[in-house]
């Protein structure tokens, strides 16, 4: 089995090639790092990866391991950070399925009052690279939207495939005003 430096290596090959901007590498910890690349997919955007999670073992996790990315209209590195965070709290217990609800205890950023983010399927990976075989497994991309924490209320109404459908909601626009829980909870 290879070590994961040599994975890591591999993965980062492999996304690097989907954008023509180098990567920026982050190390959370020893075993999750968030990689970041500015001005994609559009110019003022930053789009993240994570690795580190697809190392952890869940017996669930049966034909492809996730990893998570996010991709925000902002250059703060805060929403790439936090997502390697709650990766590194969070990946021994939670199984970071669609629908999963991460609420951080601040503001994610100093650019908007969001504390949450929600997992669903990822809104920018072309369907025949959202899964890529390394050399000891096979990784998924899931998304992680941030959210505010109020807007939980209306996905457990509507459910994640609804909220995640809406058209109100600006899911890469972290400076946007939040849902009109009430508009949506009654």
Not at 140 to 150: G, R, V
Not at 166 to 185: A, I, Y
Request: hydrophobic share 40%; proline share 4%; aromatic share 18%.
């Amino acid at each position: 089995m290879k070590k994961n430096n040599d994975i890591f290596a591999e993965y980062l090959r492999k996304i690097s090639s989907y954008f023509d901007s180098p990567p920026m590498i982050y190390n959370i910890t020893q075993e999750v790092k968030v990689i970041a690349f500015k001005d994609q997919p559009k110019v003022g955007w930053t789009f993240y990866f994570s690795f580190g999670l697809s190392s952890v073992h869940h017996s669930k996790w049966i034909n492809s391991k996730p990893e998570l990315i996010v991709a925000v209209e902002s250059y703060d590195l805060s929403w790439g950070i936090t997502m390697g965070e709650i990766i590194d709290i969070s990946c021994q217990e939670n199984l970071f399925q669609y629908g999963d609800l991460f609420y951080w205890d601040m503001p994610i950023s100093q650019e908007s009052k969001m504390d949450s983010y929600f997992l669903y399927a990822n809104s920018w990976i072309d369907e025949k690279d959202a899964y890529i075989r390394l050399s000891d497994r096979y990784i998924h991309f899931s998304e992680m939207y941030p959210i505010y924490e109020e807007e939980k209320k209306i996905i457990h109404a509507l459910g994640p495939t609804n909220f995640f459908l809406l058209d109100e909601w600006d899911r890469f626009n972290v400076k946007r005003k939040m849902l009109d829980v009430k508009k949506f909870c009654n």
